[in-house]
């Protein structure tokens, strides 16, 4: 039975811990976070009495025999908590992403691990949504043919009146460039659209142009637009877009959902809405899901349409069971001591792509991927000077 360590108990653990609940191989040993009272009512909350409640990480560390621990900080605090599990000996390190501020806390957490015999994955539960899969598993297959482009747009609103939701909230510590290092859409959440292209398309970036509008209360609207590196001259591009509206109410009582569009030489693949399911309570008003408009994936080839999943309950392909997949996934990784999805060396990929949309942007021009690297970056060549949030605009 692997032995597994929290540090913080935000609400992204709320998640984490499913694919920990009655599972087999693994067990909820102890917790950190800095407020003890938001923390017992966590193990009340989801039954987790066995575990120790810690206030102090190192204390946690040094007193608890831990095979796994899951770091769900905000990002300023994720090289130092990284290096410090590390260095205590644990045999996998779950870091949220993203991953770090900068390719220098990349290497230097992949480094540590390296050399103290950790299994580091970057948590990315996008690649575990049931409808995620089952559209590579028709890629893989010829459905649509060789795949030539993925768009993936982000929608997100705010019904009129309602507060911002707390993940945007202009007194979070993730609209803080000082402690978040990126904005919350093109960079925190844009994490998941930037892998999810790049997981689908199988190939690395090679360049990157990217407009965000600094003057609203978010990093968006955003448009950017990328170009894999080719290979045997089958050129492929993406395009990820971002938009927000505080007078939209989506059409549940969450703040984001997600399409996909995947065109091929054959036909064109849609996968609708990524983060909604009935099952949860965020999703009890969410008429989507049961619309025959928005069916999980639909495809077009040769003039035919052909529907798949709709069968699938809502209970079975909700966002919540791709953190469930990603979560027991990386138990079996440590526990087998296999190569686990995503690893650090891919999540220090995707921030590279982070940055280069942050820089295109606040360069207007495109940037190629050879231009960020770790010296680069040590030698101050580029420098991200904003998140494009303009606080005020929310006020």
Known sequence: ?????????GIVSNEHVLGYLDNPDAEIAAVCDLDREAGRRWLERWEQGQATLYDNHEEMLEKESLDIVEVLTPHHLHCALAVDCAQAGVRGLSLQKPMAHGLA???????????????????????FYPAFERAKALIEEGVIGEPIS???????????????????????????FSRSGTGPLVGDDGFHKF???????????EKIGAWIDGDTPLDAPAMIRARFRDSAGKPKYAQLDFSFSPRMALPCSFWLEDFV?????????????????????????????????????AVFVDGEVTTYMEEVPPEERSW????VGATRHFVEAVRDDSR???????????TRYIIAAYLSAQEERDVYLDEITTQAELDREYEIKSNFCNAAAAA
């Open 1 to 9: 039975m692997l032995r597994v360590g929290f540090i913080g108990l």
């Open 105 to 127: 806390e990349c290497d230097r957490i992949i480094e540590a691990c390296r050399r103290n015999g950790v299994k580091l994955r970057v948590y990315e539960n996008f690649l």
């Open 150 to 176: 993925v768009r993936v747009n982000t929608m997100g609103g705010v019904k009129e009146g309602a507060p911002w939701p707390i993940f945007w909230d202009p007194t979070s510590w993730r609209m803080d």
């Open 195 to 205: 892998s999810l292209a790049r997981w689908f398309m199988e190939r690395d970036f």
């Open 261 to 297: 569009e995947i065109f091929g030489e054959k036909g064109v693949m849609w996968i609708n809405q990524c983060t909604g399911g009935k099952d949860r309570a965020y999703f009890q008003a969410c008429n989507m899901s049961g619309s025959p408009a928005f069916p999980p994936i």
């Open 320 to 323: 919540s069971s791709s953190f």
């Open 340 to 350: 686990p999805v995503f690893s650090g060396e891919e999540g220090r990929e995707i």
